[in-house]
């Protein structure tokens, strides 16, 4: 028998950092080209091409059915139009891996659908412990004005499915409104799920 050795990482509760993180990604809105409703704000903004998010992959763990990966996510305040910087949004690759996020500072909304295009959104502060179930197609959101950050433990395995998020888009939009945040309808989404 092998054993992978036991790890502890800090996670910076001030800014959601890892800083003996395995692996850091950046999304900038380029990364994000097409993904926000509005193309005519995105294409204004993308001159300046902001940091949306980053993700710190505390460990490189195998990519094996047992094990659990997890990261923090950390996503910049801002907007594109009436519409909130967000994730790009995946199902997973396995598709019956379920996740685990738990609201570290900052506010926003988990926003999920399942392939056939039923959209739930769920509010997000400090605290909160929000389960992707399998099959979900999820995407968080900054509805605040300072970051939002969060920690994910999901399987190793899990992998990431963007393609189908990148062709039919989320159904459900999370925007500004006069009285806050609210979810509308995403008009260009395609109801055809993931493997169509
Ligand atoms: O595993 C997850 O679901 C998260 O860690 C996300 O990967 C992270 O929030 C970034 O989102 P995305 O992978 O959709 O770019
Ligand atoms: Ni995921």
């Not at 994000?32 to 704000?41: K, Y």
């Not at 094996?64 to 923090?72: A, P, R």
């Not at 969060?150 to 159904?171: E, S």
Request: hydrophobic share 40%; aromatic share 10%.
């Amino acid at each position: 028998m092998t054993y992978v050795e036991p790890i502890a990482h800090q996670v910076r509760l001030v800014d959601g950092t890892i800083p003996t993180a395995h692996a850091v990604q950046e999304r900038r809105l380029s990364d994000l080209r097409g993904l926000f409703a509005d193309r005519e704000a995105e294409a204004a903004l993308m001159a300046e091409d902001p940091l949306v998010y980053r993700v710190y992959d505390a460990a490189d763990l195998p990519k094996e059915d047992g094990h659990l990966q997890f990261s923090t996510t950390v996503i910049q305040p801002g907007r594109v139009g009436d519409e909130f910087f967000m994730t790009k949004g995946h199902y997973h690759a396995r598709a019956d891996r379920a996740e685990l996020y738990y609201g570290l500072s900052g506010r926003g909304m988990l926003v999920l659908q399942t392939p056939e295009g039923r959209a739930e959104a769920l509010p997000m502060v400090a605290g909160t412990a929000a389960y992707v179930p399998p099959h979900w197609g999820h995407r968080t959101v900054n509805t605040g004005d300072e970051p939002f950050v969060f920690l994910a433990a999901y399987p190793a395995d899990a992998g990431y499915d963007y393609g189908t998020i990148a062709r039919d888009g989320f159904a459900g939009l999370v925007v500004a409104g006069t009285c806050g945040p609210r979810v509308v309808p995403n008009p260009r989404f395609r109801r055809d799920g993931p493997g169509t």
